[in-house]
């Protein structure tokens, strides 16, 4: 009777024990599950702000050209409106030099028609073919150096595209000077992003503008990003020839090919170390801009960036809801400039957590601090 009693003591203690090991597990498991999180709310970056000055969408200068002819003067008056087309300066014009080309465009096709006459009546043989090849190589020729005699006339005395007259010299008797500036109507945007914020823009991207002077806003639209560095542009105009070059003539009076020199510059910088800056042309204007104007320039930004804190192994993320049960999503990111840069799997408003323990699973319950 005494050992039995002794057995129930010790079954009872057992049972007692176990009660407890169950509580304290119990307890434990409780304690674990509700440590608290911090978290992440998921937002898109803000707009990028940039500083740009309006200028117009195209300058041309005209030069006196004494190979057109004799300069006589300007058609046009300073601050002139003109269209396309309209003369701005007048030159006497050596009618006999076009007439050459003409008449030696016109001898040498009647020489092939001859030619092309006689091989359909069976004189035909090696060396009237070679001489074929020569008569069509002299016709390109000379049809080439009309147009180029005709584009030099047209370019140096009518208004390529509609804008306004702003005069320079008018009275200058140096051949090759300036004259006067045709200044386009429409303006466009000049602006420049930093090598970090380069691929957050892209070209059709939509802006809003604020001009800095007036408070009047507008948008536009990127049209170009430049692939070369400012300074490398920079560096790279002074090894060009000016843009208007004129050709110079031979001893026959006929137009010589311009020489095209290949510049290759060096690209040298003072200071290695200096964030390298990429030219941004911004266009389709929804307002007037006069050239000259100074603008405040906001790119909307439609990219969600998270800190490396929320990742775990394989780009996973715990989203917590608002029951505070977490869900595990895999998502797609690329990494630029040491930024995480999430390209699928979250919204803006998702809240991840933060440094997730590696026992976290998908459907678990946390505290969350914050």
Not at 63 to 73: H, P, S
Not at 323 to 344: A, W
Request: glycine letters at 6%; proline letters at 3%; one cysteine or more.
């Amino acid at each position: 009777m005494r050992r039995k009693r002794k057995w129930l003591i010790v079954i009872c203690v057992l049972l007692v024990l176990i009660t407890i090991s169950q509580i304290l597990k119990h307890f434990n498991y409780g304690t674990e599950s509700k440590e608290a999180y911090n978290t992440y709310t998921v937002e898109k970056e803000r707009q990028l702000d940039l500083q740009g000055k309006a200028y117009p969408r195209e300058v041309k200068t005209y030069y006196k050209n004494n190979q057109v002819g004799t300069y006589l003067g300007v058609q046009v008056a300073d601050g002139q409106t003109v269209k396309k087309g309209d003369m701005l300066i007048n030159y006497k014009i050596n009618r006999n030099k076009r007439q050459q080309l003409v008449d030696k465009i016109n001898d040498t096709q009647h020489i092939i028609t001859e030619v092309y006459l006689n091989i359909t009546k069976g004189l035909n043989n090696r060396e009237i073919q070679k001489k074929l090849i020569e008569y069509k190589q002299t016709l390109y020729e000379a049809q080439q150096q009309l147009y180029q005699y005709d584009s030099q006339n047209r370019d140096s005395m009518y208004a390529s595209f509609d804008g306004k007259i702003m005069i320079k010299n008018i009275d200058n008797d140096s051949d090759n000077q300036p004259i006067l500036y045709l200044i386009s109507k429409e303006s466009h945007i000049k602006t420049s992003v930093t090598e970090f914020d380069l691929n957050k823009v892209k070209k059709g991207d939509k802006v809003n503008l604020s001009i800095t002077s007036t408070g009047k806003t507008g948008a536009g639209i990127i049209k170009q990003i430049s692939e070369l560095p400012i300074s490398y542009e920079e560096n790279l105009s002074l090894h060009e020839n000016d843009a208007l070059h004129l050709p110079e003539s031979n001893n026959d009076g006929e137009l010589a090919n311009s020489k095209s020199i290949s510049a290759s510059p060096i690209f040298k910088s003072n200071n290695n170390s200096e964030l390298s800056k990429y030219g941004v042309i911004i266009d389709d204007l929804s307002l007037p801009i006069r050239a000259g104007y100074s603008l405040e320039i906001k790119v909307p930004l439609n990219v969600i960036k998270i800190p490396k804190s929320v990742l775990t192994k394989g780009n996973n993320v715990f989203i917590v809801n608002k029951n505070s049960i977490v869900e595990k999503r895999n998502i797609r990111i690329k990494r630029i400039n040491g930024d995480i840069i999430v390209e699928k799997g979250l919204k803006p408003g998702d809240k991840l957590i933060k440094q997730p323990k590696s026992t976290m699973n998908d459907g678990d319950k946390v505290e969350i601090s914050s």
